[in-house]
T-cell receptor, first 111, second 115 residues
């Protein structure tokens, strides 16, 4: 069974640009969660989608948005990038079991 | 609502020595408990989980954890660490009753193995 796939693995963007990250969950999983990880703030929850609906939301500005498609794949978008958005963005999928399964992450660098 | 406290941000330990990484949680409802490991520039990987039953849970790579309900703790232990155990370890909790609630993660403990 394939794991959680995040693309791209690495990304460099300029301040003010926007970026879209993609996450394909494990087959059969309907829940996808997104996290931002930085050295200073640790692992911070962005949002969770379940069956194309946002089920939970963290405390991030509106520049951070996401969506989920009917095949459970999810995208996360960050508009008007700031230097502080540089981070490892992690996606996790969930199914019938209570634990989450993580992808390898996308390393975003904003210059 | 649940919360997780990992008492140590960094733990240095000599190779082949035992280690304990501490985790305490707070919750008004029954919980599931997890430990995840993250190697540099990787995602989080599940080490072990407590769902119910025996309070001593064994995981991958020789790790184990003990659920202590009275002390609301779920400490992670390994009798003899290797250099390959250098990583960050996250304790996490989720509600048994409300599966729609998100998993709550601690801030992580960085394990440094000294040669």
């Amino acid at each position: 069974k394939a794991g959680v796939t995040q693309t791209p693995r690495y990304l460099i963007k300029t301040r003010g640009q926007q970026v879209t990250l993609s996450c394909s969950p494990i087959s059969g999983h309907r829940s996808v969660s997104w996290y931002q990880q930085t050295p200073g703030q640790g692992l911070q929850f962005l949002f969770e989608y379940f069956s194309e609906t946002q089920r939970n939301k963290g405390n991030f500005p509106g520049r951070f948005s996401g969506r989920q498609f009917s095949n459970s794949r999810s995208e996360m978008n960050v508009s008007t990038l700031e230097l502080g958005d540089s981070a490892l963005y992690l996606c996790a999928s969930g199914g019938d079991k209570p634990e989450a399964f993580f992808g390898q992450g996308t390393r975003l660098t904003v210059v | 609502a649940q919360s997780v406290t990992q008492l140590d941000s960094q733990v240095p330990v000599f190779e082949e020595a035992p280690v304990e990484l501490r985790c305490n949680y707070s919750s008004s409802v029954s919980v599931y408990l997890f430990w995840y490991v993250q190697y540099p520039n990787q995602g989080l990987q599940l080490l072990l989980k407590y769902l119910s039953g025996s309070t001593l849970v064994k995981g991958i790579n020789g790790f184990e954890a003990e659920f202590n309900k009275s002390q609301t703790s779920f400490h992670l232990r390994k009798p003899s660490v290797h250099i390959s155990d250098t990583a960050e370890y996250f304790c996490a909790v989720s509600s048994v009753m409300n599966r729609d609630d998100k998993i709550i993660f601690g801030k992580g403990t960085r394990l440094h193995i000294l040669p």
